[in-house]
């Protein structure tokens, strides 16, 4: 099941300026914005990718029980990181950081079936337009405390959100994750 699953994800991801940072296993990490800047259009790769993951999830067909649905929990969040190669046997292109954290936060705090996002995330797809937003409320962030946390519904049209001229250094993370209903 988990092999359908990213395959569907890896998939997905070649249609959008995303990099799969890795696979541990139910959560699927990706961010945009490195190792390739895209000025502030990170946001809406990664929020567009994360609705179409969303609307993949009735594809997937868990081997012997058909009558089991998958639905997505994802966790996005944006700011700087730390990047780098680890390792000498087997090097890994590694990101550090408290946007990375916090993505991951976003998506443990998650409801099954939404995408939860911080509020810089939120702002920054606002300015971008064409994205549905709204207010969560404040939720309590291990590590974190309050914070205020938006859902992501959905955005006009389909497909990718386009390039963008600003080289900023900020990236946006996306912590993915699945479950039964």
Same mark, same amino acid.
């Given at each position: ?10 998939? +997905? ?10 696979? @541990? ?5 990706? &961010?945009?914005?490195? *190792? ?26 868990? *081997?012997?029980?058909?009558? @089991? $649905? ?16 680890? =390792?000498?046997?087997? *090097? ?7 946007? &990375?954290?916090?993505?991951? +936060? ?15 995330? =939120? ?13 969560? =409320?404040?939720?309590? @962030?291990?590590? $974190?405390? $309050? ?7 959905? +955005? $006009? ?7 963008? =001229?600003?080289?900023?250094? +900020? ?11």
């Amino acid at each position: 099941m988990l092999n359908s699953l990213y395959s569907c994800f890896d998939a +997905r991801i070649k249609l959008y300026d995303v990099y799969k940072v890795e696979t @541990i296993g139910e959560v699927y990490m990706c &961010v945009s914005g490195i *190792p390739k800047r895209n000025g502030k259009q990170h946001a809406g790769e990664i929020a567009s990718l994360a609705l179409h993951f969303q609307r993949g999830m009735v594809e997937i067909k868990v *081997p012997g029980f058909s009558d @089991i $649905k998958l639905e997505l929990k994802a966790g996005i969040n944006t700011g700087p990181v730390t990047a780098g190669v680890v =390792g000498l046997a087997t *090097p890994r292109y590694c990101l550090f950081g408290d946007t &990375v954290n916090t993505a991951s +936060r976003m998506e443990s705090n998650c409801l099954p079936g939404k995408i939860q996002i911080t509020q810089r995330t =939120g702002r920054l797809l606002t300015e971008l337009g064409g994205f549905n937003v709204t207010p969560r =409320g404040q939720v309590e @962030i291990k590590g $974190k405390g $309050k914070m205020m946390t938006y859902w992501l519904l959905s +955005r $006009k049209g389909y497909g990718r959100s386009g390039g963008g =001229g600003d080289k900023s250094r +900020r990236i946006s993370a996306a912590s993915l994750s699945y479950g039964n209903v």
